[in-house]
Each structure stands twice: as structure tokens, then as C-alpha cells.
Nanobody, 120 residues
Framework: QVQLVESGGDLVQSGGSLRLSCAAS????????MRWYRQAPGKERELVAG????????NYADSVKGRSTISRDNAKSTVYLQMNSLKPEDTAVYYC?????????????WGQGTQVTVSS
């Protein structure tokens, strides 16, 4: 059974930091690109950061670039998102996503999300 379980969301003050974690199971984690998305109330889900299967390439949304770092530990089947200098506009539910093409079929898995709230 495929599972992505996010954790680490919290209520923090503006300027604070959080590290989100996403623990994966039920699939070959090291073969999947991993991404963090977020969705704020009344807004569409947006890509925050992504990392390739072996971690060689990372990309970030302009809104978090320079303040966030995505990383992964394939031995632990876990992806992380370190967020610093948090702003109220970072408030959202953060979702973990795993994606890969396996035998010609695109697998796309999602976690249930973790709430990040940044107070001003």
C-alpha cells in the first residue's frame, strides 16, 4: 500500500523556521522524483520545490527561493523541506508528491498534507 505521510507543520511566528518531512512507503522511493506543493485557502495548489530521484537537481518556486531547501534521504525513504524566514503568505497546507513513469505508466502519489500557519 502506497503511503506518503507528511509531518512537521505547525503555527510559527513570521521569521521563524520549520522542517517538513514526508515519509514514503509502498513503492521504490529512490526511483521517484519528489515534490512539495502547497495550497492556501481560496487558492490553487502550487509547486513549492522539487528534487530528482537521486537528488542531483532541485528546483524552487520564486516565492520560496533562497528561503527553502528540499532534500531527500533515500535510505530512509523520506523527503524534507526546510523553510526559513517564514512569512504569513507561506500559510498553507503543504503536500508531498511522488511521481515516476514505471513501465510506461505515470504513477502519481499524494500525501494528505500538513498545515503550516505563519502569524504576523
Amino acid at each position: 500500500q502506497v503511503q506518503l505521510v507528511e509531518s512537521g507543520g505547525d503555527l510559527v511566528q513570521s521569521g521563524g523556521s520549520l522542517r517538513l518531512s514526508c515519509a514514503a512507503s509502498g513503492f521504490t522511493f529512490s526511483g521517484y522524483a519528489m515534490r512539495w506543493y502547497r495550497q492556501a485557502p481560496g487558492k490553487e495548489r502550487e509547486l513549492v520545490a522539487g528534487i530528482t530521484s537521486v537528488g542531483g537537481i532541485k528546483n524552487y518556486a520564486d516565492s520560496v527561493k533562497g528561503r527553502s531547501t528540499i532534500s531527500r534521504d533515500n535510505a530512509k525513504s523520506t523527503v524534507y523541506l526546510q523553510m526559513n524566514s517564514l512569512k504569513p503568505e507561506d500559510t498553507a497546507v503543504y503536500y508531498c508528491n511522488a511521481r515516476a513513469t514505471v513501465a510506461g505508466h505515470q504513477n502519481d502519489y499524494w500525501g494528505q498534507g500538513t498545515q503550516v500557519t505563519v502569524s504576523s
